[in-house]
């Protein structure tokens, strides 16, 4: 008998899931259905347009659900439950999302995901761990923009996608029996797992780098990130960037740097002047993975509504355990300061600024506890390394150390040399790769770019059509984005993008 390649790659998923159901199970679209309609229950839901109730005395008032366009970028607000953010969120969207949606229901692999998680049993599994402000700002996103083709497993799918991912790549942790997959779930694994098995030379290419003291040149803290996914078609996140103006009940008003159907963040800042990004670090093996506990987004999602403090961060870092391995990079410009952490399951290793004022983070871990928890480093986490080094800390022919603020790491951010060569690409070579070559820092296909100085509460954003390398970053202030008075001016409207050298010019 001749085996399917994408039978063997499947192999671990399929293992998984091919016990029966706990308790008999039943048709998981029905216990979505159910979910949808037990959180849509008894929850008011105001127009878009609404105007929210007045706060507290002393407390400014939430500002409206609106949309503005700022050059490249979309501005949303939102505010109230995660029921009525989530229905203002679809109906300001409401275009960006139809069209999202058909991009993900033409793309075999993206609409195959939502059968998949159901027929393995990992939907199940998705909506136990999720939060309860997730599975109802989902509800509000489906009741709004459901006719788009968005229905509750694709929203849910979506924004715990880490996991989900995760889980069809390595295979589900078997702490428990799930569903039995059926043979078209089985073969629409095989080929996620084969699209989503990168070369050695790729793989997630985010990067992150909190500077403060020695290494800026006013001893203030500043943060700079770039998102990146790896080896995977996230153009229509590029087509839609967003900024997410975020006034929750109860909690700290902050903002995400996404796009539409993004209820889960990789990129933010809080009111309280945290700023937060997360680096995907792939498993060593299935067995740093588990059904129980929160996903790298969950976990940042709550840091950005409920912590003030580095500390109470922290805290919430290790309150749960963590259903994947993963990396989170914060500053905290109360205390001017900052730190990565590495993670798998039930253990967290800290890395604070050195005494140079620097730390950084790209996409494998570096705490030596931490290292025979992931995955091998792929060759572009290892450059991206290399270059951080020599343009980061002190002592190099390139170094720019001490001149960290966020023009300097813009500077860093948007550099495109490889580290083992010294060659610069052109526009025209990058272009020829879809502006990923899995070398340097700023091109490695990112789907946004943010600088931060959460001391003053502003962030920057490098965002749009690639090449994002070149774009300026623009900036924002988020006190003014709330309606704070004498919020803080950004010093110019942006800073300019690294200019980068082009056969064609």
Not at 38 to 55: L, M, Q, R
Not at 265 to 277: C, D, H, L, R, V
Not at 455 to 460: E, K, M
């Amino acid at each position: 008998m001749v085996r399917s390649p994408l039978a063997c790659l499947a192999m671990p998923l399929l293992l998984a899931a091919c016990g029966s159901s706990p308790g008999g199970g039943g048709d998981p679209s029905e216990v979505a259905d159910a979910v949808v309609a037990d959180v849509a229950g008894g929850i008011d839901t105001p127009a878009a347009d609404a105007t929210p109730d007045a706060s507290p005395a002393g407390v400014a008032p939430p500002v409206p659900p609106k949309v503005e366009r700022r050059g490249d970028v979309t501005v949303v607000w939102l505010s109230g439950t995660p029921k009525e953010m989530g229905i203002q969120h679809g109906r300001l969207l409401h275009a960006e999302i139809a069209d999202a949606m058909q991009f993900v229901l033409a793309d075999p692999l993206l609409s195959a995901m939502p059968q998949v998680v159901q027929d393995t049993g990992i939907l199940d599994i998705l909506q136990a761990a999720a939060l309860p402000g997730i599975l109802e700002e989902c509800a509000g996103l489906v009741e709004a923009a459901g006719d788009t083709g968005l229905d509750f497993k694709m929203c849910l799918t979506l924004n715990m996608g880490d996991v989900a991912l995760a889980f069809v790549q390595k295979g589900i942790p078997p702490e428990a029996p799930v569903a039995r997959m059926t043979w078209s779930a089985f073969t629409a694994a095989a080929a996620i797992a084969a699209a989503r098995r990168e070369s050695p030379a790729f793989g997630p290419g985010c990067t992150g780098v909190v500077a403060t003291g020695a290494a800026t040149p006013d001893g203030r803290v500043y943060h700079s990130r770039n998102l990146d996914w790896g080896g995977m078609d996230f153009s229509i996140t590029q087509k839609y960037p967003v900024v997410f103006v975020r006034q929750p009940a109860g909690g700290i008003p902050h903002v995400y740097v996404g796009f539409p159907l993004n209820l889960s963040p990789y990129t933010g800042m809080n009111e309280a002047g945290i700023s937060i990004g997360t680096h995907q670090a792939h498993p060593a093996s299935m067995a740093e993975l588990s059904r129980t506990g929160a996903s790298n987004v969950q976990t940042t999602a709550v840091i950005l509504r409920d912590a003030r403090t580095l500390e109470e961060a922290e805290a919430l870092v290790r309150r749960d355990r963590h259903m994947m391995t993963g990396i989170l990079v914060l500053a905290d410009g109360a205390s001017n300061t900052g730190a990565v952490f590495e993670y798998a399951l039930d253990q967290v290793e800290k890395r604070r600024p050195d005494e140079n004022g620097v730390v950084y983070a790209v996409n494998h871990f570096i705490s030596p506890a931490m290292t025979p928890k992931g995955a091998k480093p792929s060759s572009g986490s290892i450059l991206r390394w290399m270059r951080l080094k020599g343009l980061a800390d002190p002592g190099g022919e390139e170094s720019i150390h001490g001149r960290l603020d966020p023009a300097g790491l813009a500077d860093v951010m948007q550099d495109v040399t490889d580290p083992a060569t010294g060659e610069v690409p052109t526009l025209d070579d990058l272009a020829a790769v879809a502006w990923d070559n899995g070398k340097g820092i700023g091109c490695n296909g990112a789907m946004h770019l943010a600088l931060f100085d959460p001391g003053r509460r502003l962030f920057w954003v490098a965002a749009g059509v690639p090449p994002l390398h070149v774009k300026p970053y623009a900036c924002f202030s988020l006190d003014e984005l709330l309606g704070r008075p004498g919020a803080p001016a950004c010093p110019a409207p942006e800073i300019p993008g690294v200019a980068a050298p082009s056969s064609a010019r």
